[in-house]
């Protein structure tokens, strides 16, 4: 009896501090945005836990119905369950990646195992997955609409492909890698983190800094004094510190210094070394490919994708590598003969190819990239970007003061039709930061859905980036590269903000993976369109729009350096396709690989592949194994859809617009291949990609 008391105080106590948990309790926010104000990180493990809880009841009472399983009580079901789940998770994984910290870590730690093991429960639950295919064998007949039908096939294979037919031992082994897998991940990620906190490069006397612009000195100062060092200069491996010492600095052995801090993380010999969690992760990886009847992980992944196989994407990557690495090599030695004017008899080298380009270009073109920063400051490249899309589909971005966020630098924007409907709330998170992974990205904190009532609760989507932070003396200003990708995440932001599903499981970026970038990278191609740079570039100090001699010059430089850029990225597809090409990875070693697989592709010692191994997150962490060709997959789509617009003589064309957004809002409804021949009338024709980059005429 008194046992019985205890339990019972016990579970009272659970449900007071659940209801306290603004992660568990439906809290009067603006437009139903996470309590980030009040969510503290004690908060996220018990919601994990009442979440993980709840769904598992859910699942629960789905095999458990004594109905005969149809669409709407089997797969709408599921398609509905884990909503709480969902919510935690999205508004903790964005923080964790955003803004964490080591409690953050620590509870990742805990819940990613939590998770994972669910997710095996659902998709290996017999009894679930006999209802699923109990609907799915008689599909034919249950007169379901084309948004319908594509939810119960993609619900079918994602099980059938995650281990549903799998016997009970091999189901077992299956739970284990997944478990394994997920900390893996976490633990690479993390040691890319403490590796990019943990090297710091001071400079003591500012000759060394000669030929580096007043405003990334006056940065590497601020970040000096920070650390404890007035005086000096603070230079690391996050790409805003070094990439202008890359491009501008006469320094050569602080150019070679900075690349190095840059490429050796993870590579080290210490604590935070990933050469043996990315040995531990190939092996499980191929274990679970092959337990699910492949013969390698990139065949698994590629299945489920526009490409299908890895001989699709092993053939697509080397017929776009041949004109890229032709056109790097041309490049090279265009750069060697600039070095030889200063360093007679010198060879030129990876620290070497950014300075010198900078150079030829400046020769070229007389165009220097300083001379465009102070036309970029971030905002108004934003309300570019901002006035670009009511261009295009007749959104307005609206500031919203006083909202939660989870950092003040972040901030939030309604975004609105032309008949003033809610299309979603923008969240937008630009600067570097301690516990800010490296790169861009976009991600959903809240999915768009249509619920059983026919209420579309519309999205909540998140842009972060690691620009230039405003300095004492400057605002936030961009390079050309960083204008760029604020285009590329704020297209995945629209991608998700505009979607039109009845089910999150198809919502705005679920669809394959080398659809997706699609949509971002066809953002791009309007960064430095004449009309469009009219609307964002403006000097910070004197209002001045640019000049017309200035456009002019950008637009004719638009080809330049592209070898390097494509043999960057390839090299990096290629790598990523040679890992999960593996059959075997009992004595993989790391650095021998690599080496080994830049030598099959006869990359060029000038140019250092875009990630490193040990430093790879895009395939160790984010999803993107066996996916990073989906970048050039992607821009053959996006070069050709950008032509839709440009065959029109109007680069905003609203009768393409039209047909475009249409495609946005479809999100993984339909097939991708169905949507992109619907949109441009047949298959994607490599030329416009090819002929944008200046490799062909």
Same mark, same amino acid.
């Given at each position: 009896?008194?046992?019985?008391?205890?339990?019972?105080?016990?579970?009272?106590?659970?449900?007071?501090?659940?209801?306290?948990?603004?992660?568990?309790?439906?809290?009067?926010?603006?437009?139903?945005?996470?309590?980030?104000?009040?969510?503290?990180?004690?908060?996220?493990?018990?919601?994990?836990?009442? *979440?993980?809880?709840?769904?598992?009841?859910?699942?629960?009472?789905?095999?458990?119905?004594?109905?005969?399983?149809?669409?709407?009580?089997?797969?709408?079901?599921?398609?509905?369950?884990?909503?709480?789940?969902?919510?935690?998770?999205?508004?903790?994984?964005?923080?964790?990646?955003?803004?964490?910290?080591?409690?953050?870590?620590?509870?990742?730690?805990?819940?990613?195992?939590?998770?994972?093991?669910?997710?095996?429960?659902?998709? !290996?639950?017999? *009894?679930?997955?006999?209802?699923?295919?109990?609907?799915?064998?008689?599909?034919?007949?249950?007169?379901?609409?084309?948004?319908?039908?594509?939810?119960?096939?993609?619900?079918?294979?994602?099980?059938? #492909?995650?281990?549903?037919?799998?016997?009970?031992?091999?189901?077992?082994?299956?739970?284990?890698?997944?478990?394994?897998?997920?900390?893996?991940?976490?633990?690479?990620?993390?040691?890319?983190? *403490?590796?990019?906190?943990?090297?710091?490069?001071?400079?003591?006397?500012?000759?060394?800094?000669?030929?580096?612009?007043?405003?990334?000195?006056?940065?590497?100062?601020?970040?000096?004094?920070?650390?404890?060092?007035?005086?000096?200069?603070?230079?690391?491996?996050?790409?805003?510190?070094?990439?202008?010492?890359?491009?501008?600095?006469?320094?050569?052995?602080?150019?070679?210094?900075?690349?190095?801090?840059?490429?050796?993380?993870?590579?080290?010999? +210490?604590?935070?070394?990933?050469?043996?969690?990315?040995?531990?992760?190939?092996?499980?990886?191929?274990?679970?490919?092959?337990?699910?009847?492949?013969?390698?992980?990139?065949?698994?992944?590629?299945?489920?994708?526009?490409?299908?196989?890895?001989?699709?994407?092993? @053939?697509?990557?080397?017929?776009?590598?041949?004109?890229?690495?032709?056109?790097?090599?041309?490049?090279?030695? @265009?750069?060697?003969?600039?070095?030889?004017?200063?360093?007679?008899?010198?060879?030129?080298?990876?620290?070497?190819?950014?300075?010198?380009?900078?150079?030829?270009?400046?020769?070229?073109?007389?165009?220097?990239?300083?001379?465009?920063?102070?036309?970029?400051?971030?905002?108004?490249?934003?309300?570019?970007?901002?006035? !670009?899309?009511?261009?295009?589909?007749?959104?307005?971005? @609206?500031?919203?003061?006083?909202?939660?966020?989870?950092?003040?630098?972040?901030?939030?924007?309604?975004?609105?039709?032309?008949?003033?409907?809610?299309?979603? &709330?923008?969240?937008?998170?630009?600067? %570097?930061?301690?516990?800010?992974?490296?790169?861009?990205?976009?991600?959903?904190?809240?999915?768009?859905? &249509?619920?059983? #009532?026919?209420?579309?609760?519309?999205?909540?989507?998140? +842009?972060?980036? #690691?620009?230039?932070?405003?300095?004492?003396?400057?605002?936030?200003?961009?390079?050309?590269?960083?204008?760029?990708?604020?285009?590329?995440?704020?297209?995945?932001? !629209?991608?998700?903000?505009?979607?039109?599903?009845?089910?999150?499981?198809?919502?705005?970026?679920?669809?394959?993976?080398?659809?997706?970038?699609?949509?971002?990278?066809?953002?791009?191609?309007?960064?430095?369109?004449?009309?469009?740079?009219?609307?964002?570039?403006?000097?910070?100090?004197?209002?001045?729009?640019?000049?017309?001699?200035?456009?002019?010059?950008?637009?004719?430089?638009?080809?330049?350096?592209?070898?390097?850029?494509?043999?960057?990225?390839?090299?990096?597809?290629?790598?990523?396709?040679?890992?999960?090409?593996?059959?075997?990875?009992?004595?993989?070693?790391?650095?021998?690989?690599?080496? @080994?697989?830049?030598?099959?592709?006869?990359?060029?010692?000038?140019?250092?592949?875009?990630?490193?191994?040990?430093?790879? +997150?895009?395939?160790?962490?984010?999803?993107?194994? *066996?996916?990073?060709?989906?970048?050039?997959?992607?821009?053959?789509?996006?070069?050709?859809?950008?032509?839709?617009?440009?065959?029109?003589?109007?680069?905003?064309? %609203?009768?393409?617009?039209?047909?475009?957004?249409?495609?946005?809002?479809?999100?993984?409804?339909?097939?991708?291949?169905?949507?992109? +021949?619907?949109?441009?009338?047949? %298959?994607? #024709?490599?030329?416009?990609?090819?002929?944008?980059?200046?490799?062909?005429?």
């Amino acid at each position: 009896m008194k046992k019985l008391f205890i339990l019972s105080a016990m579970a009272i106590t659970i449900m007071a501090c659940n209801k306290q948990n603004p992660l568990l309790v439906s809290e009067e926010t603006p437009y139903g945005v996470p309590a980030f104000d009040k969510i503290r990180v004690e908060h996220y493990e018990p919601a994990f836990k009442e *979440a993980v809880r709840e769904y598992q009841a859910e699942i629960d009472a789905i095999v458990n119905n004594e109905e005969e399983p149809s669409f709407e009580n089997t797969i709408v079901a599921l398609d509905r369950s884990g909503s709480l789940l969902s919510k935690v998770e999205g508004v903790f994984f964005n923080v964790l990646e955003a803004d964490g910290n080591d409690k953050m870590d620590a509870v990742a730690e805990v819940v990613t195992p939590m998770v994972t093991e669910l997710s095996d429960n659902i998709l !290996l639950n017999e *009894a679930l997955f006999g209802r699923i295919k109990e609907v799915y064998d008689k599909r034919e007949s249950l007169d379901l609409d084309s948004e319908q039908m594509r939810l119960l096939t993609e619900t079918y294979k994602s099980f059938a #492909n995650n281990g549903a037919n799998l016997n009970e031992n091999d189901k077992a082994r299956l739970k284990a890698i997944n478990q394994e897998l997920s900390l893996l991940s976490l633990r690479f990620g993390n040691n890319v983190v *403490a590796e990019t906190n943990s090297i710091q490069r001071f400079v003591t006397d500012e000759s060394e800094l000669s030929g580096l612009p007043e405003g990334a000195k006056t940065a590497a100062a601020e970040e000096a004094a920070a650390a404890g060092h007035p005086g000096e200069w603070l230079f690391t491996p996050k790409r805003t510190s070094f990439t202008p010492v890359l491009q501008y600095c006469d320094n050569r052995d602080l150019r070679r210094q900075l690349l190095t801090d840059y490429t050796i993380r993870g590579n080290r010999d +210490n604590e935070n070394d990933n050469k043996e969690v990315i040995r531990r992760t190939m092996q499980l990886r191929i274990e679970k490919a092959q337990l699910l009847g492949y013969e390698c992980p990139a065949d698994y992944i590629l299945n489920d994708c526009m490409a299908k196989d890895s001989k699709t994407v092993n @053939e697509f990557l080397q017929s776009v590598w041949a004109p890229s690495l032709s056109a790097a090599k041309h490049e090279a030695a @265009e750069l060697q003969k600039l070095l030889e004017e200063d360093l007679p008899g010198e060879k030129l080298q990876p620290w070497d190819w950014w300075y010198y380009a900078e150079k030829l270009r400046k020769r070229k073109y007389d165009l220097n990239e300083e001379q465009l920063k102070p036309y970029f400051e971030l905002s108004n490249v934003r309300r570019g970007v901002f006035a !670009l899309a009511g261009k295009l589909y007749g959104l307005r971005f @609206e500031p919203l003061q006083d909202m939660p966020v989870y950092n003040k630098e972040v901030e939030v924007f309604k975004v609105v039709d032309e008949s003033d409907n809610l299309i979603g &709330i923008l969240y937008t998170d630009y600067f %570097p930061r301690a516990g800010k992974r490296p790169g861009a990205w976009m991600n959903n904190i809240c999915p768009q859905y &249509i619920d059983e #009532n026919g209420i579309d609760h519309r999205p909540v989507i998140i +842009n972060v980036g #690691n620009f230039n932070k405003p300095t004492k003396d400057n605002p936030s200003l961009l390079s050309m590269d960083d204008v760029e990708t604020l285009f590329h995440e704020f297209g995945h932001a !629209l991608h998700g903000l505009l979607s039109r599903s009845h089910y999150q499981t198809l919502s705005g970026t679920n669809v394959p993976r080398d659809f997706v970038e699609m949509p971002s990278q066809f953002m791009e191609n309007y960064c430095y369109q004449p009309d469009i740079m009219r609307t964002y570039a403006f000097h910070y100090q004197t209002g001045e729009l640019i000049p017309d001699s200035l456009i002019e010059k950008i637009n004719a430089a638009g080809k330049f350096n592209q070898g390097f850029v494509e043999t960057e990225l390839l090299s990096a597809s290629i790598l990523d396709m040679d890992y999960h090409c593996l059959t075997s990875a009992d004595n993989l070693d790391v650095n021998q690989f690599e080496a @080994e697989s830049m030598q099959r592709m006869s990359m060029i010692p000038e140019i250092i592949v875009r990630y490193r191994s040990t430093f790879y +997150n895009h395939i160790f962490t984010t999803g993107y194994e *066996a996916g990073y060709y989906s970048y050039t997959w992607s821009a053959v789509l996006d070069s050709d859809a950008f032509a839709a617009f440009a065959e029109t003589g109007d680069i905003t064309s %609203p009768e393409v617009a039209a047909r475009f957004r249409h495609l946005l809002e479809q999100g993984g409804t339909r097939d991708a291949q169905e949507l992109w +021949n619907e949109f441009r009338g047949r %298959p994607a #024709n490599p030329q416009f990609l090819l002929r944008k980059k200046g490799f062909i005429q």
